[in-house]
């Protein structure tokens, strides 16, 4: 189930950032033009553990599709995963970040990749920020008026966010191959 916040399709580039995972697969859309950044969309496509594992693939995978076709971004930007010793959460949301690849590879649109440290370097100036130093900041770029909910949503947009402040040819270096 996909919890919508309200939308509005302004004419710059617009972005897909996605944060991945498997109980809350953090999505938030963004429009970016020159300087000037602005929040279209944001929230979680959401599973429960009642849910079989296939079913909640399913739903990541649905969800990130209908995400693709109501946004109609012009790219799509994934954080990249990073795990410290939990192999069975990183397996569950290994899968739930492939079937979001799929469905963006499906939509034909360009994919880019950026690391937690790149995340919060584009976004705070500093690549050993703590969550809430980020969560605020990207508050503040978007100008909005709290910190987005939930914590997954607020990294989803940073991850957007982080990928609009990539300049020109440097985009292709992050570009998932």
Known sequence: MIKWTKYARGEQVVILGIDPGYALLGYGVISSESSKTRAIDYGVVETTPNETFPRRLELLYTGTKQLIEMFRPDCIAFEELFFYRNTTTALQVSAGRGVALLAAQQSGLPMYEYTPMQIK?????NGHADKKQVQEM?????RLKSVPKPDDAADALGVAICHSNIMGAAKQEFRIK
Do not use: E, M, N, Q
């Open 121 to 125: 370097l584009s976004v705070t100036g």
């Open 138 to 142: 990207v508050r503040l770029l978007l």
